[in-house]
């Protein structure tokens, strides 16, 4: 998860077999420095993103995020984190698209941190962009930005099912990087990425679907649930659905206007979350305007509870691509 992430809804600590077991050496060519010499600008659960600045003198290098594994975990935890941080590694190293968060090195930096450095560009996370609207008040974010993301998700969604045969498997906005006024939009954090077969169906019998709960659909939260691409593209759903809400799907903050610090766990209706999860969350569509009809569309159908129903990221790409004026080069 980079950069920045929600503070209670976080991919959890879980994790089962998906891809090849075998392990990625670590490549001991790059020095990544000790974590007090990066700046730290986004964590996740069991990791920490930092900036490494790579300017020597008299050379200009383009700055990485750099993943760790965080200090604070127990050995036992710490285990589990690095050997997802090594399957992250051997998938995104296999990966190159412009809507992807591109792969530079797989090492251990001078404090003995296994790290995963990528591509970095000045970017946030969507995430970070929601939560700085939400607080400035300005509402949702205007269609014509919105179809942009869920357009270029929708490619690199594609790479991924078509060419990769790879479901993503944690798709929300913490997970869709942002560079400059969204002149680029890539999604990042295939660490708990599943295989898929021809049909688009989960292929390893023995893997399990992890994603972070308000996105899962409902296939996801039922034992004998059949995961295809079309989890990802119900994920996909909600995330437009973050951009005119600039909420957390499923959870019931108080309303505009009320005093935050008044608000705590036992104002959380637990049953009501747990019961609505899988399920599309309400929109007040008569607070947006025309220019929201598109967005709307693209939100209902993706979040239908029965994927057969949702559209596929070639679908959404049809979609957009013949009725939305939008450039081809973001």
């Known amino acids: ?28 060519s790059v020095t990544i420095p000790a974590s007090p010499f990066m700046q730290k600008f986004g964590y996740g659960t069991g990791v920490s993103v930092y900036l490494m600045k790579r300017s020597p003198k008299g050379m200009s290098h383009s700055p990485w995020a750099v993943k760790k594994v965080s200090k604070q975990c ?16 051997k998938v995104l190293k296999t990966l190159k698209h412009p809507n992807i968060v591109g792969y530079r090195a797989f090492t251990t930096s001078k404090d003995g941190s296994l790290c995963l450095a990528m591509e970095y560009g000045g970017s946030k996370s ?66 708990v990425c599943l295989p898929l077969d021809e049909n688009m169906t989960m292929s390893d019998p023995t893997a399990h679907y992890i994603g972070t709960q308000s996105w899962n659909p409902k296939e996801a939260l039922e034992d004998d649930g059949i995961i295809t691409d079309k989890a990802d593209l119900f994920a996909l ?34 049953d009501a979350y747990y019961e609505a999860l899988g399920t599309r969350p309400p929109l007040n569509i008569e607070e947006l305007d025309h220019s929201y009809r598109k967005v709307i569309e693209l ?11 949702r559209p596929s990221a070639a679908d959404i790409l049809e979609f957009l691509e013949d009725t939305q004026p939008l450039s081809n080069d973001v």
């Open 126 to 191: 969507l995430n970070d962009l929601i939560e700085a609207r939400n607080e400035s008040r300005l509402g949702p974010f205007p269609a014509d930005v919105i179809l942009k993301v869920a357009l270029n998700v929708a490619r690199g969604l594609k790479y991924l099912h078509n060419e990769k045969n790879i479901l993503h498997g944690d798709i929300k906005s913490s997970n869709v990087v942002v560079m400059g006024d969204f002149e680029s939009v890539k999604l990042c954090d295939v660490g």
């Open 1 to 28: 998860m980079e950069p920045g992430a929600e503070s209670s809804f976080k991919t959890p600590c879980k994790v089962n077999r998906r891809m090849s077991p075998g392990v990625s050496t670590p490549s001991q």
């Open 299 to 309: 939100f209902l159908v993706c979040t239908s509870e029965d994927p057969k129903e």
């Open 74 to 89: 127990d050995q036992l935890d710490r285990d589990l984190y690095e050997q997802r941080l090594n399957e992250e590694a």
């Open 237 to 270: 759903g909600l995330t437009l659905w973050e951009m005119m809400t600039l909420s957390i799907p499923h959870v019931n903050l108080p309303p505009e206007g009320d005093d935050e610090d008044s608000f705590d766990e036992q104002d959380f209706d637990e």
